[in-house]
């Protein structure tokens, strides 16, 4: 009888630690600390003048990540029209992970550190840092087929062309989220930009008109502020122009060639629809995205959208939109079907 029960308290005992260590103590603080330094290097070493392309890269990854099935969950289905030119990002991350992080961390929670450094990078210089990862949570699950996403039921997403109302409902029905809280998120388009050659625009979003850090080692692409607002905040004369005779893309009034017949150097800021939708509401009557109304036509005047006024504050303060960015993002990068736990922050001592 007591070997018996010595026996049971000795297998409990085996199944509580197997439990903990199998999950707890997967990601040590060593192998975090490499994995954040290797990111970093990676970040670094691709660099396209004063852009390093991929902090907006991984950004977007993550976004496309944490939609659809399981969530934020490593996997990537390359065949989507939408993910076009995510593989360029994954390309480069995987062989990375592959090497020297499988089996000590899940590919999502790598791929959800990589854009959290990224994040960090592009703060550096400036006035208010993005600190993300300084609350960093791991434990995320993989797709069983990661980093391959092999579904093809329902997707949710949204191309860009669409309605206020269409943009809207995507991110409360696939996130919860609601429209401030859309509006937020929206924000990271402050980094890089479209590539005619992946969903069909051409041209980023911010220039170095309201870039908070003038002048500095980072192009206004690869900086996190809140330039993105002041873009549709304080110019207010956009117009739509169609590019590749197909797609409708928002440019300056005073800069009415679409960017797709100028060449690189001369391209100008773009919004799409999806932008415009945080100030004005946009009904278009075509796939495309072609709409009837203009932010200054005297005859038909878009009307402010319901997200105009959290826009406007997040363009007037700089430290609220990152603050509130950041919760969001993180919010979003925590999405999983695991709970997910604190990481390792110091070194464990035996
Ligand atoms: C309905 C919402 C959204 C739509 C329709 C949308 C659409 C797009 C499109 C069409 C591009 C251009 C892709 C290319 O040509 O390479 C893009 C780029 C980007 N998106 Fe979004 N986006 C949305 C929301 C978001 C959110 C919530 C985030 C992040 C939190 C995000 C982050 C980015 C970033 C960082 C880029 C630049 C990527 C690069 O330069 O490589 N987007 N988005």
Known sequence: MVRLTTLLKVCIAIVCFKQSFGRKDLLTFDTLEKAKASILTLIESVKNNKDLPMIAG???LLFHDCMGQGKCDGCINHSRPLNAGLKKVTDRLDPLYDTSFKGKMSRADFYALAASVALTRSTVEAPVKYNGLNHFKVGRKDCATSPIEDDSGPYRFIKG????????????????????????LLGAHTLGGCHLENVGFVGSWVDERFSTVPNGSLAPTSVLDNAYYRMFIDIVPWLQVTINDKNKQWQEITHTTPNDKLPKPNRVPILLNVDMANSWIIKPTDDNGSVSCTPTSSKTRCQHSTAHKYAKQYARDNALWVREFTKMFTRMINMNENKLYNAPKHKKHY
């Open 58 to 60: 991984t950004v977007r």
């Open 161 to 184: 062309t669409e309605s206020t109302q269409d943009t809207f409902k995507f991110f409360k029905e696939e996130f919860g989220f609601n429209t401030r809280e859309a509006v937020t």
